[in-house]
């Protein structure tokens, strides 16, 4: 890049040294006017005017990386929006292309090329003009790509520090944000004087992702005015970011409009702001950052449930906000967004986002019920604002169109009321907890249906796969073979015994298949095997009974004339085998049964029944915890309207 051009000051002839050819917008340090940059001349008539009071912790100077590539800042644009005040930074890379890192309420992105924006005629500008927030719009190149209109801000009031670019200052703009679901983000910048629309891409950044270097340490601007209905002195911390205040004499509220406070004839009571457990302008210190609470809101919802909740409004040394949240002793910690969902329609029951499944939990609009301290957005204009809670525990995603703000995400996460305590450093005691909160975390939170499915299926596979394993090596060694042991009409017990039964496994089973051909009567199997080494006995009994009839027309039966048993843990060693049959005499012959029973006996066999237990016990388990489930789900949607 050639030398840059040293240029007079049309007002006091001080010299004026462009950094850049295409910034477009610089002042003079001697006068501090502010002239319009073009083709190396300056142009007379901005309105744009100075930034003196530098309170941020970003400054000209400032140095960063984006995409592996180092910038500069050199100077910015803070813009006063209709419930925000932005700041659009210009960055020099090292290829000297300019760019944007917009700034404000510790959200960060980057617009780049912004010499090279796509410069529109009136048909969008008409369109634009005409639309409203959460519609649908097209822009030219990209028509099968819809997006959805997510802020439409009036600039009331242009200021800069150092050098900058911007499309143009001298005319009433309008800028609109729009994302889609892709993921990608514009901002337009609409003028009404000519109609022409600049539209660029925008991109979500991290701080930590921008390795911002040159910082300054933040000062604690504010401003000062006396109270219109007391005369008491208020002084507004965080000025111009704060965009709304309460007395704390009489409890007034007022809203920023351009750079002064107006008036909203709104009174809240201040007497009970004395009992709050967190005090406005105590200090907390979450996961090692500081926070200062600036304000105070109690909130209700504007339907039957009219849940009431309490809002702790935190601000950081580089203006981030966040939002300590409380329903009945459950507590959220809540900040904007800037990389966030993209919805077509809010009333979706649910979305998937970063690998995680958010349900809809709450849909409400809401009533400012008590006010304190001062606030981020013009807190007292927003009876209209519609709020949509997705959870998926312990987070939660927060949806808010507002009729002057747009739509805002928040995001929040479940926080501990004894953090709480200790990242202020309380002693008074915090609300008793009521109930399930909406993102309590739970054991089962992170158990799905699906993988509730899954591991019963796993587990019933690993199951019988180790059955069938076992089973493999099971010799089924018979004993006994299949037999038929006869009975003498004169007695109702017959005795037999079998010896030198060689079981040779360390322990084992022995099956017994026992079958009699009863009618209406019963037959009983009893046994002993008794080991001729050491004497130890193992006894057996099983009975065989069947009963059938006809009552009233209809058949009936019921037991079974044979049965199939194990009897287990049987040590190695020589066995004799003693078995005893005994019948029902009298029935069993009167109903001609056959005077005979069958036996087979066998060693070490599979058992059936272990894989029937063993699944049953497994069971237990899944319909455990899919009842758990249901129950804990029950419990969080108490308090949801779905």
């Known amino acids: ?36 940059h073009e083709d190396g001349q300056l ?59 917009a700034e404000g309420y510790g959200l960060y992105f980057i617009v780049p090329d912004v010499t090279r924006a796509t410069i529109l005629r009136p048909g969008l500008y008409d369109e634009l003009q005409h639309a409203e927030t959460g519609d649908k719009i097209t822009f030219p190149g990209e028509k099968d790509q819809a997006y959805i209109l ?21 005319y009433a703009y309008t800028v609109f944000e729009a994302a889609n679901t892709k993921g990608h983000s514009k901002t337009a910048f609409a003028y009404k004087k000519d109609q022409r629309v600049f539209l660029y891409d925008l991109l979500p950044a991290r701080p930590e992702e921008l390795a911002l270097s040159g910082l300054r340490e933040a000062v604690a601007s504010k401003k000062e005015f006396v109270c219109g209905v007391c005369d008491a002195n208020i002084q507004v911390k965080n000025y111009p970011y704060a965009q709304s205040c309460i007395c704390d004499s009489c409890g007034t509220g007022y809203y920023l ?30 996961n090692g950052t500081m926070y200062i609470v600036h304000g105070y809101a109690e909130k209700q919802e504007k339907n039957i449930y009219k849940a009431r909740w309490r809002e702790y409004y935190l601000l950081q ?7 300590l949240s409380e329903f009945d002793g459950h507590w959220i910690f809540v900040q904007e967004a800037s ?100 993102v309590t975390p739970l054991p089962t939170d992170h158990i799905s249906g699906q993988s509730l499915f899954t591991c019963t299926i796993v587990g019933f596979l690993f199951l019988l796969l180790l059955h069938l394993g076992i089973g493999a090596g099971k010799t089924n060694q018979v004993l006994v073979p299949f ?91 020589n066995y004799i085998l003693q078995l005893q049959g005994t019948r029902e005499h009298s029935i069993w012959n009167n109903n001609n049964n056959t005077n005979e029973f069958q036996v087979e006996v066998k060693y070490d066999v599979g058992e059936a029944s272990n894989i029937l237990w063993a699944l049953g016990f497994m069971l237990i388990w899944p319909i455990g915890m899919a009842l758990l489930i249901r129950y804990n789900n029950e419990r969080r949607r108490n308090n949801s309207a779905f």
């Not at 040293?6 to 006068?31: D, E, F, K, Q, R």
């Not at 809670?389 to 747009?406: A, C, L, S, T």
């Not at 059938?548 to 037991?559: K, L, P, R, T």
């Open 43 to 101: 142009q007379d008539g901005s309105p744009c005017t100075i930034i003196f009071q530098h309170t941020e912790r970003m400054q000209v100077g400032v140095k960063g990386k984006w995409q592996n590539q180092h910038f500069t800042v050199i100077g910015r644009c803070r813009l006063y929006l209709n419930e925000s005040v932005f700041n659009y930074w210009t960055i020099v890379f090292e290829d000297q292309s300019l760019a944007w890192l």
């Open 483 to 573: 037999q038929t042991i006869p009975m003498a009409d004169t007695s109702d017990v017959v005795s037999v015994t079998f010896d030198n039964l060689v079981l040779n496994k360390s322990s084992s089973n022995v099956n017994v298949f026992v079958a009699a051909n009863v009618q209406n009567s019963w037959f009983e199997l009893s046994g002993s095997l008794i080991n001729k080494n050491n004497g130890n006995e193992y006894s057996f009994s099983q009975g065989v009974e069947y009963y059938a009839g006809v009552e009233d027309g209809e058949s009936w039966s019921e037991g079974s004339k044979s049965e199939n048993f194990h009897v287990a843990s049987i040590p190695s060693g």
């Open 1 to 36: 890049m050639s030398s840059p051009s040293i240029l007079s000051c049309l007002a006091c002839a001080a010299p004026i040294v462009p950094v850049h050819p295409m910034v477009n917008y610089v002042h003079c340090g001697t006068c501090f006017r502010v002239f319009r």
């Open 317 to 323: 040394p580089n203006s981030r906000y966040a939002v």
């Open 257 to 286: 409009e351009g750079t002064d406070y107006k008036n909203s004839h709104q009174k809240f009571p201040q007497n009970r702001i004395m009992d709050l457990p967190i005090n406005i302008g105590g200090t907390g210190n979450f």
């Open 339 to 438: 990389d966030a969902p993209v919805l077509t329609n809010p009333d979706i029951a649910g979305f998937d986002y970063k690998d995680k499944t958010f349900t809809k939990y709450n849909r409400y609009q809401y009533t400012l019920i008590n006010a304190s301290g001062a606030f981020p957005h013009n807190i007292l204009d927003n009876q209209e604002t519609m709020c949509y809670e997705y959870v998926h525990p312990p987070q939660v995603w927060i949806y808010e169109k507002d009729r002057n703000d747009g739509i805002r995400w928040f995001i929040g996460e479940h926080i501990e009321a004894s953090s709480v305590k200790k990242a202020f450093g309380l002693t008074k005691q915090l609300p008793y907890k009521k109930g399930l909160g909406a």
């Open 150 to 170: 997510e802020q439409i801000q009036s600039c009331h009031k242009t200021e800069m520090d150092g050098q900058a670019f911007f499309p143009d200052i001298d």
